[in-house]
């Protein structure tokens, strides 16, 4: 079990550009969610899916959005990005299998920075 | 609405030392209580959970939690820290009332184990 996966690792954008990260469940999740870490702080919730659909968000931008495909993988898109945006985002899966209480796995990772 | 308060960024302990990190919650609803642990670059692993069962919660590496609702309090010990304890805590409240649930995370708190 290869657990939760992100890609990529690490990428740099410009004030502006537009990003797009990637997730992949951990087998037997139907649940994605996405947090955004900065830097000496806690994760902060950003939104959640499953079915395909945003099920829950956080006090986050219009310029965050995001889609869950078939397989139960996700993306995170960020638009006009910021000086701000520039942080860790970690993608954690759950659920699945009609179990919703579920405690939920996070992937390592994606370190952006936008300059 | 949800919340949670580490007190301490930073802990500093001897090796063979007790470990304890404090954690508070607020919660209009029945919480889940989580502890998180994040190495240097990486993810975050699930140390140990609340979730209405036994109030004393025994975890992964040694640690335990014990949740005290009349203190809304879950704090983190373990009785002999090691080096390899060396790493950010995250304590994390989420409600039970519903089956997909968003986690809230505290500040976190940076433990130094010295030699």
């Known amino acids: 079990d290869a657990g939760v996966t992100q890609s990529p690792t690490h990428l740099i954008k410009t004030r502006g550009q537009q990003v797009t990260l990637r997730c992949s469940p951990k087998?037997?999740?139907?649940?994605v969610s996405w947090y955004q870490q900065a830097l000496g702080q806690g994760p902060q919730f950003i939104f959640q899916y499953y079915e395909e659909e945003e099920r829950q968000r956080g006090n986050f931008p219009d310029r965050f959005s995001g889609h869950q495909f078939p397989n139960y993988s996700s993306e995170l898109n960020v638009n006009a990005l910021l000086l701000g945006d520039s942080a860790l985002y970690l993608c954690a899966s759950s659920g699945g299998g009609g179990r919703t209480n579920t405690e939920a796995f996070f992937g390592q990772g994606t370190r952006l920075t936008v300059v | 609405a949800q919340s949670v308060t580490q007190l301490g960024s930073h802990v500093s302990v001897s090796e063979g030392a007790l470990v304890l990190l404090r954690c508070n919650y607020s919660?209009?609803?029945?919480?889940?209580l989580f502890w998180y642990v994040q190495y240097p670059n990486q993810g975050l692993q699930l140390l140990l959970k609340y979730t209405s069962a036994a109030t004393l919660v025994k975890g992964i590496n040694g640690f335990e939690a014990e949740f005290k609702k009349s203190e809304t309090s879950f704090h983190l010990t373990k009785p002999s820290a090691h080096m390899s304890d060396a790493a950010e805590y995250f304590c994390a409240v989420s409600g039970r009332d519903t089956g997909r649930r968003a986690l809230t995370f505290g500040s976190g708190t940076r433990l130094q184990v010295q030699p």
């Open positions: 087998s037997g999740h139907d649940t």
């Open positions: 919660s209009s609803v029945p919480p889940y």
